[in-house]
C-alpha cells in the first residue's frame, strides 16, 4: 500500500515545483497554485514508483496538461501512445470512451479513469442495437465509428476513425457509400470534402461544439482586427464554412504553432485555449468559452486517487473487447494522423 502523501504547501515544497510553475503562470493565478502543488508533486512521485502512464487530452485543465501528463494529443494520438506504451498502468486522463479505447488496446493491463462517470453526449447518442438496426437497413454497407462511442458501438463496427483521420479512413475503404456514426456534424462537414456517399446517423452531436453559431464567429472578426478563426470538425457545417481552419485539436494546436497569428480563435472547448496560451504569449487568444462538463470531471484529487488505491478501473467484456479491438485496430495499422 502507497504512503499517503503530505499535501500541505510548505516553503520547501514551493521553491521544488516553481519550475512547474513557471509552465503554468501565464493561465493559473499565483493565488491558486498552493492547491495544486502538493498534488502535482504526489502525483508525479507515485506514477513513477508504480510504472504508470498518465495519457492526457487536449481539453484537460493547464495543471493537469502541463504539470502532470506523460502524453498529451488528440484522440488518435492518445490511442497510438496507449497502443505502444509499456507501462503496467494507464491513468486516461480525458473522458470514459478513452480510457476504453486504451483497455480494448491494452486488455492485460491495469486502465484507471479518475472519474467513470466522464462520458460524452456523443458517445451516449447510439447503442449496439442501433448499430445492427443500421447494417440491417443498409446490408453490406461499411460502418465507419468515430471514437466517441462505447466498446460495444465500436464492436459493431467496421472500423473506428478519429477526427483527424475521418476523411482518410472512408477514402481507405475503396467504396462508394458508408455508413458514419454518430457525429452528424462530423458526417457532413466529411460530406463536404469527399464524393464518397455518406450515411448519417441523425441524433449524434457534441454537446460542446454544437453552441457555436456562425454568428459567433461573424460577430468576433467584426470586433476584432487581424482574427485567425479555427473550429473543431464537430462544429456544424454553416460554423466550419466562416472559419480560416478545421482539424482535430491537435491539427488546431500545431496550425497555431506553425502560424502563428497575432490573434486566433478557437472555437472548440476552451481549456485547450489556456494550454496553448500558456506556450505561445506571443498570440493572443480571444476565448468563446464552452466547457464540456465531462472533460472537467477530471482533476488532481482524483487522478492522485487513482494511483494511490487502483480505483476506477475500467472493464470491458473480453467478447465485446475483442471485437472493437478490430475496428480500432484497423484504423491505427492505416498509420494516418
Ligand atoms: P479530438 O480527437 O480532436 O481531440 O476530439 C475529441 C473530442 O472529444 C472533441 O470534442
Ligand atoms: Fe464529447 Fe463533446 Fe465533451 Fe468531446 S467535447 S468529450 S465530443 S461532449
Same mark, same amino acid.
Given at each position: 500500500? !502507497?504512503?499517503?502523501?503530505n499535501l500541505?504547501f510548505?516553503? &520547501?515544497?514551493a ?9 503554468v503562470?501565464?493561465v @493559473?493565478?499565483?493565488i491558486?497554485?498552493?492547491?495544486h502543488?502538493?498534488y502535482?508533486?504526489a502525483i508525479?512521485? @507515485? ?6 502512464v498518465l ?5 484537460q !485543465?493547464?495543471e ?10 488528440d484522440?488518435?494520438?492518445?490511442s497510438k501512445?496507449?497502443a505502444?506504451?509499456d507501462?503496467d498502468?494507464?491513468v486516461?486522463?480525458?473522458v470514459?470512451f478513452?480510457a =476504453?479505447t486504451?483497455?480494448? *488496446?491494452?486488455?492485460?493491463?491495469i486502465?484507471?479513469?479518475?472519474d467513470?462517470?466522464?462520458g460524452?453526449s456523443?458517445? &451516449?447518442?447510439i ?7 443500421l447494417?440491417?437497413?443498409y446490408p ?10 462505447s466498446?460495444?458501438?465500436k464492436?459493431e463496427?467496421d472500423i473506428?476513425?478519429?477526427s483527424g483521420?475521418?476523411r482518410r479512413?472512408i477514402?481507405?475503404l475503396?467504396?462508394n457509400?458508408v ?6 456534424y ?13 450515411i ?8 460542446v461544439?454544437?453552441?457555436?453559431t456562425?454568428n459567433?464567429?461573424? =460577430?468576433a472578426?467584426e470586433n &476584432?482586427?487581424d482574427?485567425? @478563426?479555427?473550429a473543431?470538425p464537430e462544429c456544424?457545417p454553416?460554423?466550419i ?8 485539436t ?15 480563435m478557437m ?5 485547450m ?6 506556450e505561445?504569449?506571443?498570440v493572443e ?5 464552452? *466547457?464540456?462538463p465531462?472533460?472537467k470531471?477530471i482533476? *488532481?484529487?482524483?487522478? *492522485?486517487?487513482?494511483?494511490?488505491y487502483?480505483n476506477?478501473e ?5 467478447i465485446i ?6 475496428a480500432?485496430d484497423?484504423?491505427?495499422k492505416l498509420?494516418i494522423s
Open positions: 500500500m !502507497t504512503n499517503l502523501p500541505e510548505t516553503a &520547501e515544497l521553491i521544488e515545483m516553481q519550475p512547474y510553475y513557471e509552465k503562470r501565464r @493559473i493565478p499565483e491558486e497554485w498552493p492547491m502543488a502538493p502535482i508533486k508525479n512521485d @507515485i506514477k513513477k514508483e508504480k510504472n504508470a495519457l492526457v487530452h487536449n481539453y !485543465t493547464p493537469i496538461y502541463h504539470c502532470v501528463a506523460d502524453f498529451v494529443g484522440s488518435l494520438a492518445l501512445e496507449a505502444r506504451t507501462a498502468i494507464i486516461q486522463c480525458g470514459h478513452m =476504453e486504451s483497455k480494448i *488496446l491494452n486488455p492485460d493491463k486502465v484507471l479513469s479518475p467513470l462517470n466522464a460524452c456523443l458517445a &451516449e447518442s447503442t449496439a442495437d442501433d448499430v445492427r438496426s447494417k440491417t437497413k453490406g454497407i461499411p460502418v465507419v465509428t468515430y471514437v466517441n462511442t466498446a460495444e458501438v464492436a463496427s473506428c476513425c478519429t483521420n475521418a479512413v477514402e481507405s475503396g467504396v457509400k455508413i458514419f456514426i454518430p457525429d452528424k462530423l458526417a457532413q462537414n466529411i460530406a463536404n470534402e469527399t464524393d464518397i456517399e455518406i448519417t446517423w441523425d441524433t449524434g452531436s457534441c454537446e461544439h454544437e453552441l457555436f456562425p459567433d464567429l461573424i =460577430e472578426r &476584432e482586427d482574427l485567425k @478563426i479555427i473543431h456544424p454553416d460554423v464554412k466562416e472559419a480560416d481552419f478545421s482539424g482535430s491537435a491539427n488546431m494546436i500545431s496550425w497555431v504553432t506553425n502560424n502563428k497569428p497575432k490573434k486566433v472555437v472548440t472547448e476552451c481549456s485555449s489556456d494550454n496553448i496560451a500558456a505561445n504569449p506571443e487568444f480571444v476565448r468563446p468559452c464552452n *466547457l464540456c465531462h472533460m470531471k482533476t *488532481l484529487p482524483k487522478i *492522485l486517487d487513482n494511483l494511490i487502483l476506477n475500467v472493464k470491458i467484456d473480453p473487447a475483442k471485437k472493437a479491438f478490430n480500432v484497423r484504423m491505427i498509420d
